[in-house]
């Protein structure tokens, strides 16, 4: 996937932990943690309206475009 | 409200029925081996039909004989049709019908539908050429909207469920 999902980055500037997240936003850890490692194929609004009110944040330093070959680079390598 | 789908009759009904057709067609299997191969001789299908020695009457033999021949080629068919079946009627039970094993197995029913119907026109066909008003044949086969209907709809189910299974999937990674 080209996108790359970047909650790992804004919950360490946040201080926050997944749970506390989840707790927040109303979603399962479960599936935080898939759209954390970049397992989900779609977000709602609704979820992204309610991680970037949790996090203060805006649904641009959630996501983030990659080129396809960059992506799987990074993939590689971690 | 409705019923939840697993406790409804239909599903048992269906499954029991599909199990006595599968059954029924290998005793139709046996019944047209024995027709072909076994005791029936020409004498004896000139006798069944009333027929006298002629160009005609070796004519419908032969007929007869090619139409139990497509007839057995019928059999394996009909079994993929009524194996497939179970098998969804079995995902239905087990509350999972809309995977994407379940659009293979209507895209399979669909393709042995379509043959029976193109067997059945061939079959009809060798039935009306025999046809003398001396010796009527009348075979119960041919063209039939319906089981071409049949074959459409089957198709058309086949790319439901495909394109049904691909949404579920999504659907099942959104967050």
């Given amino acids: 996937m080209a996108i790359a999902v970047k909650l790992d980055d804004l919950l360490h500037d946040r201080r ?3 749970t506390e997240l989840a707790d927040r936003v109303g979603m399962t850890l479960a599936n935080l943690s898939i759209l954390k490692t970049g397992k989900a194929r779609a977000i709602r609004f609704s979820t992204l309206d309610a991680i970037c009110a949790a996090l203060s944040c805006q649904p641009g330093d959630i996501l ?15 | 409200m409705s019923k939840p789908v697993s406790s409804s009759a239909a599903l048992p009904i269906a499954h ?21 191969v076994g ?45 497939k079946l179970l098998a969804i ?9 809309f995977v994407a094993t379940n659009a293979q197995h209507l895209r399979a029913i669909a393709w042995a539908l ?18 003398t008003p001396a010796h009527p044949v009348h075979l119960d086969a041919g ?13 058309l189910l086949a ?13 099942e990674g959104t967050v």
Avoid at chain 1, 64 to 78: D, V, Y
Avoid at chain 2, 59 to 78: H, S
Avoid at chain 2, 117 to 125: D, F, P, R, T
Avoid at chain 2, 159 to 171: H, I, K, N, Q
């Fill in chain 1, 16 to 18: 926050m932990t997944l």
């Fill in chain 1, 64 to 78: 983030q475009f990659e080129a396809e070959g960059l992506a799987k680079k990074k993939r590689k390598a971690s």
């Fill in chain 2, 16 to 36: 029991a029925v599909l199990r006595i057709l599968v059954v029924l067609n290998w005793l139709m299997a046996a019944v047209i081996l024995v027709l072909l």
């Fill in chain 2, 39 to 83: 005791m029936p001789n020409e004498q004896w299908i000139m006798s069944a039909f009333k027929l006298t020695p002629s160009p005609d009457a070796d004519r419908l033999v032969m007929a007869l004989r090619a139409v139990a021949v497509l007839g057995l080629a019928v059999i394996p068919l009909n079994y993929i049709v009524l194996k």
């Fill in chain 2, 89 to 97: 009627v079995e995902t239905v039970r087990a509350g999972d019908p």
């Fill in chain 2, 114 to 131: 379509l043959t029976l119907q193109l067997l059945s026109i061939v079959i009809g066909a060798i039935g009306r050429s025999v046809s």
């Fill in chain 2, 143 to 155: 063209f039939s909207i319906n089981g071409w209907l049949a074959v459409l709809l089957t198709f």
């Fill in chain 2, 159 to 171: 790319r439901v469920f495909a394109e049904g299974t691909l949404m579920r999937d999504d659907l």
